[in-house]
């Protein structure tokens, strides 16, 4: 009995996940997946239906043909940088390093003025490690308290910062799903950009609420971290790989590369639940120049201080103004 109910539950749960991948990936016309998902369904019950009524094992079989045959469609869906992209993720950010020097190529510093009005700019930069001198996280909220795009910018003096941030790299015509993101229905892409880009876009355009964190890591982590960057990004411009909404995003892609860079790093659910990272941060200790995550929180929220700020010169400066850990002259 206990057999048969395991194996109920298996075939439950091949079933439920083989409607959504149909339905998300198969390349059909809607009315053709519909009728895939019919015969999919059927065939389900009918493996269902064997385990209690012997006489149906041999229409229940049917259901294994099928899964072997899904999972064969599923492991051939492959990852590409070759497809329709939208605009901001036309270009793979990818980069140099030269010693202590570093060219990062195909930085975005689009001048947005609403989400379809912009002017696209993709430029080369180069960055003196040895000038980096802060690291800064940014998070972005849109709606649920609980996620929040996390993006991570490296400072390298007089108001020059750069971005990084882990993107779904959407083609024409794509809608952002969570769901989707369990399905391979987009690429994975690491894009460097400026402040006045990446963030201001957030608050600016798409009215998303800001937050900035100054994370106090020793100098050599700091450059460790901005390479783990450079090294995720030219390894997906080599070789493209999916987006998935638990196992590479924004958040965890982030976690990956710092605990190559910081042994021992802790698991934590805020790895995953990205709207709650002040907490975890204040808990490492990372963050410094106020006494509770609260006051991070406060003073750490530009949203206001950005929108008063329309233009793109002095953005930087403007959205740090009373951010913990950060002085006015380091800034």
């Not at 012997?54 to 469609?73: K, M």
Request: hydrophobic share 45%.
């Amino acid at each position: 009995m206990t057999a048969t109910l395991l194996l109920g539950v298996i075939i439950t749960l091949f079933a439920s996940w083989g409607c959504l991948a149909l339905w998300l990936r198969a390349a059909a016309p809607p009315r053709a997946r519909a009728a895939l998902l019919v015969v999919w369904m059927v065939l389900a019950l009918a493996a269902l239906a064997s385990l209690i009524w012997p006489a149906w094992r041999p229409a229940g079989s049917g259901f294994g043909v099928a899964v072997l045959a899904l999972l064969l469609w599923w492991h051939r869906i492959r990852p590409s940088n070759d497809r329709e992209w939208i605009p901001e993720v036309a270009r793979q950010t990818y980069g140099d390093v030269d010693g202590d020097i570093v060219t990062l190529h195909n930085v975005r510093n689009f001048d947005w003025r609403t989400r379809t009005d912009f002017t696209p700019h993709w430029e080369t930069r180069r960055y003196a490690l040895h000038e980096l001198a802060s690291v800064d996280v940014a998070l972005s909220y849109w709606g649920r308290p609980a996620i929040a795009h996390a993006l991570v910018s490296f400072g390298f003096g007089h108001d020059n910062f750069v971005v990084f941030s882990v993107e779904i790299r959407r083609k024409e015509g794509d809608r952002f799903s969570e769901i989707g993101g369990f399905f391979k229905q987009y690429e994975l892409s690491v894009i460097a950009s400026t402040e006045e880009d990446s963030l201001r876009v957030r608050t600016n355009v798409r009215g998303e609420d800001g937050y900035l964190y100054r994370i106090q890591l020793p100098h050599d982590k700091a450059q460790s971290l901005f390479l783990a960057y450079v090294n995720r990004a030219n390894a997906l411009r080599d070789t493209p790989r999916f987006y998935h909404t638990v196992t590479a995003n924004c958040t965890t892609i982030v976690f990956q590369m710092a605990r190559r860079i910081v042994p021992g790093l802790p698991l934590d659910y805020r790895q995953l639940v990205s709207g709650y990272l002040p907490e975890y941060l204040f808990e490492l200790h990372a963050l410094q120049g106020a006494d509770n995550a609260a006051e991070y929180r406060r003073r750490g929220r530009y949203t206001d201080r950005a929108r008063a700020h329309p233009t793109s010169a002095g953005f930087s400066r403007a959205i740090r103004e009373g951010v913990p850990g950060i002085s006015a002259e380091a800034s």
